[in-house]
């Protein structure tokens, strides 16, 4: 099992500059991969092929970009961009997003997300394994009159789905390579979420999905602040249904009830707890909660359960 860790540069300077010496120092301590959020902000692929030509060696993932607002065409050439310019190190994960930001800031209505979900892997797989498509279908159409492919990313480019509902479950494993789970404790990832995918996987004569559990935490010798921090941080997430579920699912009640915060038996022991689970990787995020000291700290405890 693989760990890497989610990198948000949040200081005044320059975000790209920040970024690459943020992944420096997870790669020296030798964590495996850096993930990418996507916002209104930077674009996530292009953020990942710069860090992964700056850091060689280092995993490079998105996490993920909403196919709300998007194209298959050019997703496809973002990312096999990012894969020839990482020399195969890159991962693409995809999302439904959400209904607010979906409206309020495309204005375009957040319809049939799962149809949407399906249409898109299926156009996109095509473009990323053959640079072709020939795809119509009810809601995205996806040809091309002229070759899409990005000499240097031949091998194709893994798709990953930021999946934990029932039916994106089943879509994602019928047609993705892994699944994004965040905020699911190890209880929904063996009980619910596992198990799904899996099945559907088999069910559709692919090979068991990749499992990357996104795990809001930090090792600290001062927990009580840093789950009021992580409250803080993810109240977000309780408005939203799928997320209110899953924290549901694993047992909590808040958001912040399935961050791993403590000192670095208890994180060890939390992150051997989703490998039991079902976890094939584990990306830790929100490790600055608690400032820059626990952030080593954190940063140094997953690299050596990298290693």
């Known amino acids: 099992m693989t760990v890497g860790v989610a990198l948000a540069a949040t200081g005044p300077g320059n975000q790209i500059d920040a970024t690459v ?137 893994p798709l990953l789905v930021a999946a934990m509902g029932p039916q994106a479950l089943r879509v994602s494993g019928e047609l993705a390579d892994g699944i994004l789970p965040y905020l699911a404790g190890p209880r929904a990832l063996a009980e619910h979420i596992v198990p799904a995918v899996n099945a559907a996987a088999q069910a559709a004569g692919r090979p068991a999905p990749r499992i990357v559990a996104l795990v809001h935490g930090v090792v600290t010798g001062d927990p009580d602040a840093a789950r009021e921090t992580a409250t803080e941080q993810l109240a977000f997430y309780e408005q939203i249904p799928s997320y209110a579920r899953v924290v549901e699912l694993s047992g909590g009640k808040r958001a912040a009830d399935v961050a791993v915060i403590g000192d670095e038996r208890t994180v060890a022991a939390e992150v051997q707890r989703y490998r039991d689970a079902g976890a094939t990787e584990v990306v830790f995020s929100g490790t600055d909660m608690a400032g820059e000291a626990d952030r080593h700290r954190t940063w140094a405890l997953l690299g050596e359960l990298a290693g």
């Open 21 to 157: 010496q943020l992944a420096r120092e997870a790669a020296a301590a030798g964590l495996r991969s850096a993930w990418f959020g996507q916002t209104f902000g930077a674009d996530s692929p292009q953020l990942a092929a710069l860090v992964g030509r700056e850091v060689p060696g280092l995993d490079v993932g998105t996490s993920a970009i909403p196919v709300f607002g998007r194209h298959p065409l050019l997703v496809s050439s973002q990312a096999q961009t990012a894969q020839a310019a990482t020399h195969g190190r890159y991962h693409l994960g995809l999302a439904l997003g959400t209904k607010l930001f979906t409206e309020a800031g495309f204005g375009i209505p957040y319809e049939r997300p799962i149809a949407r979900l399906r249409e898109f892997l299926t156009a996109l797989r095509q473009l990323t394994e053959t640079g072709t498509a020939d795809f119509h279908g009810e809601l995205i159409t996806a040809a091309t009159p002229m070759p899409a492919r990005v000499p240097g990313a031949e091998g194709g480019v």
